[in-house]
Each structure stands twice: as structure tokens, then as C-alpha cells.
């Protein structure tokens, strides 16, 4: 399994240098609870929700340094800054997990990261949620 975060058709693509254990999707839908009189509680099925998921691991500091890094080009480091430049620049990522059908467009909701045990790896967790694009038709005004 290799995990890929890219922007721009590929433009810009980060493979992950150490994929979490898991990556679990989380659907839902945006349901409502109503009280009623002759019922009870009744359930009216909403909307689909957005799909969203979270990955912690890390970059490494030095990728090379591991054996089982699937990327040894990117230090840890510019990982975070590249990452850091898409959300300063409000970009939605491509999230790609080899081997499984996902392939979403998201948007990176939070990254949180630092150093903890010396190695100066960068551990992160960083949470996703699916962004959709909408299109909207301008109507014409007919000229009267």
C-alpha cells in the first residue's frame, strides 16, 4: 500500500514516506430524529455526508535512514512545508491509497506535528475531509 497527496492534476505529488497501519474511510449521512405524536421517534434519512479520514505517522528526518521508507527523496521537513504551502494556498488534495479504491479529492482539515523522541523525525496526524466542486451556470437575462 502506498498512500499519494497531490494538487493541480498531479502537478505537485507527495508520496508518503511511512503509510499509516490503517486508513479508514468514515461515510455518513446527515439524518434527522423527529419526535412525533403517533410514533414516537422517527428517523428522515438525509443527505450523504462528506467522507473524511485521518492519518497519523511520520516523515522521517532522514529518509534514507529506512530501510522501509517509500520515499527517500523528500526529507521530513519539506514534506511539512510542502504540505503546509497547500493549505496556505486553500488547495484540495488528491488522496490516493494503492491497492484500494480510494481516490478522493479532499481537503486537508489539520495537520499537527513535532518531534518527540530524539531521532528528529516528524511525528503528524493530519484529518481530511472530502471537498466536492460545484459548478454554478450563470443564467442570462433576456433584454427586454
Known amino acids: 500500500m502506498n498512500i499519494y497527496l497531490s494538487v493541480k492534476n498531479r502537478k505537485q505529488v507527495l508520496k508518503l514516506p511511512i ?25 428522515l434519512l438525509g443527505q450523504a455526508g462528506l467522507k473524511e479520514f485521518e492519518i497519523e505517522t511520520f ?28 493549505m496556505a494556498k486553500k488547495l484540495p488534495v488528491r488522496v ?30 493530519m484529518a481530511f475531509s472530502e471537498f466536492k466542486k460545484i459548478s454554478l451556470k450563470k443564467k442570462r437575462r433576456k433584454k427586454k
Do not use: H
Open 19 to 43: 503509510v499509516p497501519e490503517e486508513v479508514k474511510v468514515q461515510t455518513n449521512r446527515k439524518n434527522e430524529k423527529f419526535e412525533t405524536i403517533n410514533f414516537g421517534e422517527i428517523l
Open 59 to 86: 516523515f522521517p528526518k532522514d529518509p534514507k535512514r529506512y530501510s522501509f521508507s517509500r520515499n527517500k527523496k523528500r526529507k521530513g521537513w519539506d514534506c511539512v512545508k510542502l504540505i503546509e504551502s497547500w
Open 96 to 125: 490516493t491509497v494503492t491497492g484500494s479504491p480510494i481516490n478522493i479529492l479532499m481537503a486537508i482539515e489539520s495537520f499537527e506535528y513535532g518531534v518527540q523522541d530524539g531521532t528528529g523525525d516528524i511525528y503528524y496526524t
